[in-house]
């Protein structure tokens, strides 16, 4: 069969249309246009039904799915998005994470580059913990990228990668900066390293969490599935609780505005996404037709929110 590839403007991507079997599945008609069309490879494309009455948005075909699943026939048309240039997320996430691991390294092993103006005084043990606390984090989040998580999706755009190392390699040359500095003033010992045991107690319970989440489906299975065991009983979003508690953790053990401008920034994030995953899955298990009710839970920061 053939289908009108057409463009948001109405402007057809492939003049004539593209010719496709008739089981062909959405990856069959990804390839077609790849073929016809080089530069726009499939992580590139987006394909939507056209919009009808009354909904707020057009349905995006899914990988996995044959055509027929959406009803499509020969000479159906289908509107068509060009993602841009796409990277991977694994990709992403490693360079977002291996910055900020490097860059506040280098201000506590080489002080003498960053305050050249200063007599370097002996490490503080908090400053101490404080790098040690920082890098193992950043780690455990590499570890994660390429042993734990699952993704839905292979790429992203790559402005991502730009956006993303520069949050996070900013945020950490600004804590970096002030807690190793020359004149800093380390708070009450004791209290410190109270709270950076319990940081590395979040630590722990965040990668469990993220290894329950990876283990909720199995590879290739895209259904939305309700995360349960340790705080997922109670907590939508209990791994960001762990993230979010364990830098609060680290910002009251080492006393820096910048520490808590960078878990206030984080967290924010956190919660946007946390609230738009609670709303789904309470939308997708709504108890109706034999579906399962999404139990009443906090979305992430008991009993805040």
């Known amino acids: ?14 003049p004539g249309g593209i010719e496709v079997a008739d089981g062909a599945t959405v ?14 490879y499939p992580a590139r494309q987006r394909f939507t039904l056209p919009k009808k009455d009354g909904e707020k948005k057009p349905v995006a075909l899914a990988m996995g799915k044959r055509l027929s699943d959406y009803d499509l026939a020969d000479g159906a048309q289908l509107t068509f998005k060009d993602l841009g240039p796409q990277i991977g997320y694994s990709t992403v996430f490693f360079w977002e994470y291996f910055g900020p691991l490097v860059t506040y390294s280098l201000f506590y092993f080489f002080p003498g580059v960053f305050y050249p ?14 790098v040690a606390y920082w890098v193992f984090h950043y780690a ?18 790559i402005m991502n990668l730009y956006k993303n190392c520069g949050y996070y ?8 900066y002030y807690i190793n500095h020359p004149l800093y003033t380390p708070p009450p010992h004791l209290l410190s390293y109270l709270l950076f045991a319990f940081a590395m107690f979040c630590q722990a319970s965040n990668l469990y969490c993220h290894i329950l989440l990876a283990n909720l489906r199995p590879p290739g299975q895209t259904a939305y599935v309700i995360p349960r065991g340790y705080a ?3 907590i939508t979003c209990a791994n960001y609780t762990f993230e979010i508690s364990g830098w609060l953790a680290f910002a009251f053990a080492t006393r820096t505005l910048t520490a808590f401008l960078f878990i206030s920034a984080g967290a924010y994030q956190m919660a946007v996404w946390a609230k738009a995953k609670h709303a789904r899955l309470r939308k997708t ?17 008991p009993p805040i929110f």
């Not at 008609?29 to 016809?36: S, W």
């Not at 390699?169 to 970096?176: N, Y």
């Not at 298990?285 to 920061?301: N, Q, V």
């Open 140 to 157: 455990k989040r590499i570890f994660e990228t390429f042993f734990v998580h699952r993704f839905s999706h292979g790429t992203m755009p």
């Open 1 to 14: 069969m053939k289908l009108k590839i057409v463009q948001r403007s109405g402007k057809e991507v492939v």
């Open 285 to 301: 298990f709504d108890g109706k037709e034999g579906r399962e009710k999404y139990p009443k839970r906090w979305i992430m920061l």
């Open 27 to 40: 990856a069959d008609l990804q390839a077609a246009l790849y073929k016809a069309r080089p530069k726009l």
């Open 169 to 176: 390699w900013g945020f950490a040359a600004l804590v970096a």
């Open 232 to 234: 997922f009983d109670y």
């Open 117 to 130: 103006s200063y007599k370097i005084p002996l490490k503080d043990t908090i400053q101490t913990l404080a």
